[in-house]
């Protein structure tokens, strides 16, 4: 079974402060995505990575793609109160199964 | 543009009724999904369509579960009969496996 492992499940910190996220997976991956869900609402798209080492950046957020593809990060630079959601990653395997880490719940402190 | 649609927002039900989740994809997708999403479990792939023909639906729980796609621009998700288990919330969403947008979902309780 493929699984995709978030860390850590829980974080809160400071306003101003700066934070990496985890996605990791033993199971190579055609793409990864990430996705932000805030309460009430379904996920929001954040960013699809294809290519191993690859890194993209979104204004504060960076996400990188593991070399071998089969793990992400997302590094966020001075988290502001905004960011505060529930981050999940989501791989598209090569047999075409799409699964969802269970996701990191972030919150920003003011 | 109007996003993925999804009716009702909100359903509560008694054990063993029948309940019928409803989704209006984005216009020109040729994908939609169905998800369920719990604390335990997280967000879990139930069916995809693709062009309105089911191509997986091995995440269906059970045969309780069933899922049309009659046309381009509607698909239902059925839970006949339903149980105290199936409480959830229910996420349509469409575009492609890379790149999916979600609806607002459907907060499903049975009591």
């Known amino acids: 079974t493929q699984l995709l492992e978030q860390s850590p499940q829980f974080l809160s910190i400071q306003e101003g402060e700066n934070l990496t996220v985890y996605c990791n997976s033993s199971?190579?991956?055609?793409?990864l995505q990430w996705y932000r869900q805030e309460p009430g609402e379904g996920p929001v798209l954040l960013v699809t990575?294809?290519?191993?080492?690859e890194v993209k950046k979104l204004k504060r957020l960076t996400f990188q793609f593991g070399d071998a593809r089969k793990d992400s990060s997302l590094h966020i630079t001075a988290a502001q109160p905004g960011d505060t959601g529930l981050y999940l990653c989501?791989?598209?395997?090569?047999?075409?199964?799409?699964?969802f880490g269970k996701g990191t719940r972030l919150h920003i402190l003011p | 543009d109007a996003g993925v649609i999804q009716s009702p927002r909100h359903e509560v039900t008694e054990m063993g009724q029948e309940v019928t989740l409803r989704c209006k994809p984005i216009?020109?997708?040729?994908?939609l999904f169905w998800y369920r999403q719990t604390m335990m479990r997280g967000l879990e792939l139930l069916i995809y369509?693709?062009?309105?023909?089911?191509?997986?639906d091995s995440g269906m729980p059970e045969d309780r579960f069933s899922a049309k796609m009659p046309n381009a621009s509607f698909s239902t998700l059925k839970i006949q009969p339903s149980e105290p288990r199936d409480s959830a919330v229910y996420f349509c969403?469409?575009?492609?496996?890379?790149?999916?947008?979600f609806g607002p979902g459907t907060r499903l309780t049975v009591t």
């Open positions: 199971s190579v991956f055609s793409s």
């Open positions: 990575v294809v290519t191993g080492g």
């Open positions: 369509f693709n062009n309105n023909v089911p191509i997986d």
């Open positions: 969403a469409s575009g492609a496996f890379y790149e999916q947008y």
């Open positions: 989501a791989g598209e395997s090569r047999d075409d199964k799409i699964i």
């Open positions: 216009s020109g997708h040729n994908s």
